[in-house]
C-alpha cells in the first residue's frame, strides 16, 4: 500500500504544479480523491493494458453516423473485453485527477498535460467521451451511473466476469437521476457494479452541508437498497477492502470520507470557496510555490 | 376505410423474434405503449423502469453501449420534456442506436397539455445526430420498424396507437426519407404528416371536385428532410404550398418546407396549418381537431383564403368522403 500512497502524492503534486503554472485548476478534487483513484487503478480494477498511444492524438470530431476516425477515451482503460472491469468518473471536472492518474500508472505520458485545455485537443478541462481516461458524457452530472447501471445489467445478464466500477462525488447526490439510477440497481439486482463515492463535502457554491444537505447518505443509500461501506478516503487499505465486500443482489457503494485540502493545509484558507483554485495575486501563487517545492520534495 | 388496432402490439413481437440484440424499456405505460405483446413473447428482454424517464433513457444509453438495441416506449412528452438533457448527453452525442417511441403526438390524447407532444419534432430536430420518423397509418407503424432499427444512430419515432385507419397500401411500406405522393396537381401543393393526412385526403377529393388541382404529399420522415420529391413538389404550384401537421406550426412540418423553399429560392406562398402556438387541452379528438384548425374544414378555409375564391364546401361534402387505402406511387402515375 505505500506504492498508492506514493502515487496519491505524485498525483496531489502534479496536479498542484499543473495548477500553479496555468493560475487555476480543480486542486482541492486532487486532494481529496487521490488515495481514492490511485487504489482503483493499482489495487482494485481489472484493467487491460491501455489501447490508447502515450501522447493522446487530437480531437477527432464529433461522433456522428459518417465519423469513422471518431474514439473514445475508455482505450486508455484497456480492452471493453468480457473479462475486464470497466471505468467510469462521473463528475467530469475531476478530469484534470484522472489524467495526472493514468500519467502515474503509466498508462499516458506526462507531456500529454501540455495539451490540457489547448484548442483541438482531447485533454480538455471538462472530460468528454473522447478525453483519457473517459468513456462517457459525464458533464451534465448524475447520468453516470445511470450509464453504468445499463452496462452493468447488460454485462450481467451475458454472465461477463468484468464488473463495472464508477467514481462520483457526492454533490451528485442531490440530482434526482442518482437516486432513480439507484432504486434501479436494486430492482434488477445488479451487484456486479461498484461506485466509489468522493464525500469532499465541498461543491461549488461552498460547502454541501449549507448548499443542500445529504445526510444521512449512508442511511440514505442503504434505504434504497444499496450495500454501504464507510471508509477514510485516504486510507488505500480500507479503500481496497471495501472493493472485496460481497455483496451479493446489491449494488455497491463506499463512502469515502475525504479531506479537501488533504496534503496542502494552505488550501484551508480558501474555505468554503474550494471547487475551482484561481490564485488571486502573484504572491498568493508564490506561496503555493515555495509549498510545491517544500512540501513534495523528493516525491 | 379499413381500421386496424393495436398494430404496433402485435408487429413488433414478430419482428423482434430473430433480433436477440433488440431490447424494449416501458415507463410504466407498457399497454399504453402497445408493448404488452413484447413483454409476453420476450420476458428476458422487457425492462419495467419504473416513473423515472430520465434514468431510463441513459440507462437505454448504457445497453446500447454494450451492444442492444434498447426501444425505449412511453409517452412523447416524457422522453422529449422529462429527459431532454439525457437525451442529448447520454444518448445523441454518442449516436448511439436508442430508439425512442413516442406515444400521443398532438391532440391525439384527451389528456390535456400535459400528455399531448406539440412540440416534439421542433425539439428533437434541433439535436444533432438524430432521426425523426412519424407514423401516418397502419402500414407505416406494420412497416416502419426495419428503417428504426437500420438507421444509424438515435431514431425518435412519433407514434400512433390504438385504432389506426389504413390510408397506404400494404404493399407500399415505409421509406425514410421518402413523401408519399398521394395526387398530382398544379394548383397548391398541400404537405402533410401524421393524422392530417387522412384529412387533407378528404379534403383534397372535394377539391378536386371544385375544379382546384391538388398536389398531395404526405410526410413520415421529419430528420433527414433532404427529400428532392419535396423540392420538386414546392417548385411549381400555381397558388403556393401548404403544409399541414398535429403540431405546433413552429418547429415542425411547416417550418422544414419553409426551410427547403428558402434555401432554394422558391419564391411562392406559404401556409402553415396546425396548432397556431398554443397549447391545446383535454377533450375529443374531433372537438379538439376543430377547436384549433386540424380538420379537412380547416384546410378548405385556408385553401379559400389562398386561391381568395369560396368553393362552397360544407361539412357534409367531407364526411361522405370514403377514403381508401392507396398505392402512392400508382396513384401517382395514374393522375
Known amino acids: 500500500m505505500k506504492e498508492t500512497l506514493h502515487t496519491a502524492e505524485q498525483i496531489r503534486k502534479r496536479v498542484l504544479e499543473h495548477t500553479i503554472k496555468n493560475n487555476g485548476g480543480y486542486l482541492s478534487q486532487a486532494c481529496s480523491s487521490a488515495e481514492i483513484l ?3 487503478y493499482l489495487k482494485i480494477m481489472h484493467l487491460g493494458r491501455s489501447l490508447a498511444p502515450m501522447i493522446p492524438p487530437p480531437f477527432p470530431g464529433v461522433p456522428s453516423a459518417s465519423n469513422k476516425n471518431y474514439f473514445r477515451g475508455g482505450l486508455y482503460n484497456g480492452p471493453a473485453a468480457p473479462e475486464y472491469d470497466r471505468f467510469y468518473l462521473s463528475p467530469a471536472h475531476y478530469a484534470l485527477v484522472l489524467y495526472t492518474t493514468l500519467i502515474e500508472v503509466g498508462r499516458m505520458a506526462p507531456e500529454a498535460l501540455d495539451q490540457f485545455n489547448k484548442d483541438g485537443s482531447t485533454v480538455e478541462m471538462i472530460g468528454a467521451e473522447h478525453s483519457p481516461g473517459f468513456d462517457m458524457m459525464g458533464g451534465s452530472l448524475a447520468q453516470t451511473l445511470s450509464q453504468a447501471g445499463g452496462i452493468a445489467l447488460t454485462r450481467k445478464k451475458r454472465n461477463e466476469p468484468g464488473k463495472v466500477w464508477v467514481f462520483m462525488s457526492d454533490g451528485e447526490f442531490q440530482e434526482g437521476q442518482t437516486w432513480e439510477a439507484v432504486q434501479t440497481l436494486f430492482h434488477y439486482k445488479i451487484d456486479n457494479l461498484g461506485v466509489f463515492i468522493d464525500i469532499n463535502g465541498q461543491q461549488c457554491d461552498g ?22 461501506v464507510a471508509v477514510n478516503a485516504h486510507d488505500p487499505e480500507a479503500l481496497a477492502h471495501a472493493a472485496q465486500h460481497s455483496h451479493p443482489d446489491k449494488p455497491l457503494f463506499v463512502l469515502c470520507y475525504s479531506d479537501p485540502c488533504r496534503g496542502m493545509p494552505l488550501l484551508e484558507k480558501r474555505k468554503p470557496k474550494l471547487h475551482y483554485v484561481r490564485f488571486t495575486s502573484e504572491a498568493e501563487r508564490d506561496e503555493y510555490r515555495k509549498f510545491l517545492n517544500n512540501q513534495f520534495q523528493g516525491v | 376505410m379499413q381500421i386496424l388496432s393495436k398494430i404496433h402490439n402485435r408487429n413488433l413481437v414478430s419482428w423482434a423474434e430473430n433480433r436477440p440484440d433488440v431490447v424494449v424499456l416501458s415507463a410504466d405505460l407498457t399497454s399504453s405503449t402497445e408493448i404488452n405483446g413484447f413483454q409476453s413473447a420476450y420476458p428476458d428482454r422487457f425492462f419495467s423502469m419504473g416513473v423515472a424517464e430520465q434514468n431510463m433513457l441513459s440507462f437505454a444509453a448504457g445497453m446500447a453501449k454494450e451492444g442492444f438495441v434498447p426501444m425505449v ?6 422522453i422529449y420534456r422529462q429527459a431532454l438533457n439525457q437525451i442529448n448527453s447520454s444518448i445523441a452525442y454518442s449516436n448511439l442506436p436508442v430508439k425512442m417511441f ?4 398532438g391532440i391525439t390524447t384527451p389528456g390535456g397539455a400535459t400528455h399531448q407532444a406539440i412540440e416534439d419534432v421542433a425539439v428533437m430536430r434541433s439535436i444533432p445526430n438524430m432521426t425523426i420518423f412519424e407514423t401516418g397509418d397502419a402500414t407505416e407503424i406494420e412497416t416502419i420498424m426495419d428503417a428504426v432499427y437500420e438507421t444509424n444512430g438515435p431514431v425518435y419515432i412519433r407514434m400512433l396507437r390504438g385504432e389506426v385507419p389504413r390510408l397506404f397500401d400494404k404493399e407500399d411500406p415505409f421509406i425514410p426519407n421518402k413523401a408519399r405522393i398521394l395526387s398530382k396537381g398544379t394548383d397548391i401543393t398541400l404537405i402533410t404528416s401524421g393524422i392530417c393526412t387522412e384529412e387533407a385526403m378528404r379534403a383534397s377529393a372535394v377539391l378536386g371536385s371544385k375544379g382546384v388541382s391538388v398536389e398531395h404529399l404526405h410526410v413520415s420522415t421529419h430528420k433527414p428532410f433532404t427529400d428532392p420529391r419535396i423540392l420538386e413538389a414546392v417548385s411549381k404550384p400555381k397558388y403556393g404550398v401548404i403544409t399541414m401537421e398535429n403540431h405546433t406550426i413552429i418547429g415542425g412540418l411547416g417550418t422544414e418546407v419553409a426551410e427547403v423553399m428558402a434555401e432554394n429560392g422558391i419564391g411562392k406562398k406559404l401556409k402553415r396549418i396546425g396548432l397556431n402556438d398554443t397549447y391545446a387541452h383535454g377533450g375529443s379528438r374531433h372537438y379538439l381537431m376543430r377547436k384549433y384548425g386540424l380538420d379537412s374544414m380547416a384546410l378548405i378555409t385556408g385553401i379559400e383564403e389562398f386561391i381568395e375564391t369560396s368553393l362552397n364546401i360544407s361539412e357534409e361534402d367531407l364526411a361522405n368522403i370514403r377514403i381508401e387505402a392507396v398505392h402512392s406511387s400508382a396513384k401517382a402515375e395514374a393522375l
Not at chain 1, 444521512?216 to 434504497?224: D, I, Q, V
Not at chain 2, 413516442?102 to 403526438?105: K, R, T
Open chain 1, 38 to 40: 490511485a487504489t482503483l
Open chain 1, 207 to 228: 460547502q454541501t452541508c449549507d448548499v443542500m444537505c445529504l445526510d444521512p447518505l449512508e442511511e440514505r443509500l442503504k434505504a434504497f437498497g444499496a450495500y454501504t
Open chain 2, 73 to 78: 416506449h412511453t409517452f412523447a412528452v416524457f
Open chain 2, 102 to 105: 413516442g406515444f400521443l403526438p
